[in-house]
């Protein structure tokens, strides 16, 4: 089996992260991408530890087994929808964590929590 030279695409990308509006936006996309994964990560270790197969688990939430082994073990976008009900299979939450200070606008009042919490 002969192997790809990839030697040109890595060049390529090389040249075009030199500009600075193309790297910030590769930035971004690698960052959530890893979110993604992240959370996707987290989910199948649930899963795991919970003794509950792929299937078992596409059962709980309404889903075809082929689509929830896909979405565990392929770099994928799922739908926040069915990680929100793998989650819920799970008996777990998402939460989205802010990882800084929040801008305050003058005069505002309310919650300054940092924590959104999906159910």
Same mark, same amino acid.
């Given at each position: 089996m002969?192997? &790809?030279?990839?030697?040109?695409?890595d060049?390529? #990308?090389? %040249?075009r992260?030199?500009?600075?509006e193309? %790297?910030a +936006?590769?930035?971004? &996309?690698?960052?959530?991408?890893?979110?993604?994964?992240?959370?996707?990560? &987290? #989910?199948d270790? #649930?899963?795991?530890?919970q003794?509950m197969?792929?299937?078992? #688990? *596409?059962?709980a939430i309404g889903?075809n087994?082929a689509?929830v /082994?896909r979405? =565990?073990?392929?770099?994928?976008n799922p739908?926040m929808r069915?990680v929100v009900?793998?989650?819920?299979?799970l008996?777990a +939450?998402v939460k989205?964590?802010?990882? /800084?200070?929040?801008k %305050?606008?003058?005069?505002?009042?309310?919650?300054?929590a940092?924590? =959104?919490? =999906? *159910?």
């Open positions: 002969a192997t &790809q030279d990839t030697g040109f695409h060049r390529r #990308l090389a %040249r992260l030199e500009d600075p193309f %790297r +936006e590769f930035d971004r &996309q690698k960052r959530e991408i890893a979110g993604i994964d992240a959370i996707v990560h &987290q #989910l270790a #649930l899963r795991e530890e003794g197969t792929k299937a078992e #688990l *596409a059962r889903k087994p689509a /082994r979405l =565990l073990t392929a770099s994928g739908e069915t009900a793998m989650a819920e299979a008996n +939450e989205i964590v802010s990882r /800084r200070a929040p %305050r606008r003058s005069g505002s009042k309310g919650n300054s940092n924590t =959104l919490e =999906l *159910a």
